[in-house]
């Protein structure tokens, strides 16, 4: 991405120059990004708000680390940042029912005719278990595996399966690639998967009408449309959110669901939320997130307990943590600074609000599954339990499991006996009617 200019280019160089001693070139492309977040023109006004000493230890992880250790890290303290030409953070609203069941293989060639993506020239035909994708929209569509279908439609599970689209939205820094494997097990069980990532430049450069709120709009015009169309049966949405990234997105996309067509809200008949929410601006979460996208394999984010297990019940789980390393201990410190200058302007502040309040209090009437961890260093696990806690009050049945061990956005892979397990009955028991009695 180039070396980093202009006025963030003392601070980040001279952290990046720490970090470079034990991690890859690719995090020093990455910092080049954070230039996007900021603009010259008011740089004076952050930095007579945030030079001074650093945030006392509030942090996740900077609480863990002894002081002794940033002894020769003292430029930390003095960082001066600019502040970015920031009008909000995110875009607008989802919600949920998709098509009917499909007997031939001609009619469900037919009927994709119409689930083409914006932008994509309309295919001449379509392979099932393949992938639509297109160009220049950060999302794809996935159809099922011809295995998981049951042409026949003798099946009313298999065929609510195949009315039912599951929408991934990923985490920060996440990209087509990584949400693959999730995408493959719905396939693979007869439903449709979208696919949706927001690249880590466009978080960190939005600006209202930018590419990152049109590629949301995008998405959001596209299921509305198909949602829309004629059909002898209901179509149905499931959403499945990773990380605070990919459950805000939740958030904006109901958001804009809501001022299209607030009858849009019924179709949605699930929600998964992996690894969130944290409910408030939390520059300590949002430093710890920013972070480990930043180093992702290198960030002690990235590594858990030696068990994994699941524990439906609400309660604290405490054991010990391995510690960052000094480097990104002042990442974390860097990181922190400025999150907590951003995430109090005034537009950000309001946005972030309105986000978390339809997230709160305005979400679909259908059955929650939250899939966290006592050992997730960027989400506290104490904060997701809170949250849980409000829904439940609320009146939305909620279903939550603790995998105790596994790091952020990391169950899937640490133990995909469990987390496909809670797929399975959550989907099979909470979402689909007709699957409530089936095997």
């Not at 299209?260 to 929410?277: E, F, H, N, T, W």
Request: with cysteine.
């Amino acid at each position: 991405m180039g070396s980093l200019s202009g006025i963030i280019q003392r601070p980040l160089v001279a952290a990046a120059a720490v970090i470079a001693a034990s991690v890859s070139a690719d995090v020093s492309e990455k910092f080049s990004s954070l230039k996007s977040l900021v603009r010259g023109s008011e740089s004076d006004q952050i930095a007579a708000s945030v030079s001074g000493s650093v945030h006392d230890e509030r942090s996740l992880w900077v609480s863990q680390i002894s002081t002794s250790k940033l002894k020769d890290l003292s430029f930390v303290s003095r960082i001066r940042l600019p502040l970015p030409n920031v009008d909000l953070l995110l875009a607008p609203n989802p919600s949920c029912k998709l098509a009917p069941s499909v007997t031939s293989l001609s009619a469900l060639r037919s009927a994709y005719q119409s689930a083409e993506l914006a932008k994509a020239s309309k295919p001449a035909a379509f392979t099932i278990g393949a992938s639509l994708v297109a160009p220049d929209v950060s999302y794809k569509w996935h159809l099922p595996e011809t295995s998981a279908l049951d042409l026949s439609g003798s099946s009313s599970c298999a065929s609510e399966k195949n009315r039912t689209v599951v929408v991934l939205l990923g985490w920060l820094g996440s990209k087509q690639k990584h949400l693959k494997k999730y995408a493959d097990w719905y396939t693979s069980r007869g439903y449709h998967v979208i696919t949706f990532t927001l690249p880590m430049n466009e978080i960190m450069s939005y600006k209202v009408g930018g590419k990152a709120e049109k590629n949301v709009e995008s998405l959001v015009n596209h299921l509305a449309d198909w949602l829309d169309e004629e059909e002898q049966q209901q179509k149905n949405l499931v959403f499945h959110t990773f990380s605070n990234t990919g459950w805000l997105t939740y958030g904006a996309i109901l958001e804009k669901f809501q001022r299209q067509d607030s009858s849009l809200m019924g179709r949605v008949k699930g929600c998964i939320v992996d690894s969130a929410p944290v409910a408030a601006a939390d520059p300590t979460v949002w430093a710890s997130g920013f972070s480990a996208a930043l180093l992702k394999k290198n960030s002690v984010a990235t590594r858990g307990s030696a068990s994994s297990s699941c524990e439906s019940n609400i309660g604290g789980v405490n054991f010990s943590e391995p510690k960052p390393a000094v480097t990104e201990t002042a990442l974390l410190l860097i990181l922190e600074k400025f999150f907590g200058v951003i995430l109090n302007l005034p537009k950000v502040n309001r946005r972030l609000a309105d986000v978390v309040d339809t997230l709160s209090s305005s979400q679909p009437r259908c059955p929650q599954l939250y899939i966290y961890s006592s050992a997730d260093r960027v989400i506290p696990a104490g904060q997701v339990e809170s949250f849980i806690v409000e829904q439940r009050k609320a009146g939305h049945e909620v279903r939550a499991c603790n995998f105790i061990s596994s790091p952020h956005v990391d169950h899937f892979r640490s133990n995909p006996e469990l987390y496909t397990a809670e797929l399975n009955h959550f989907m099979d028991n909470f979402v689909l009617a007709s699957c409530n009695h089936s095997s």
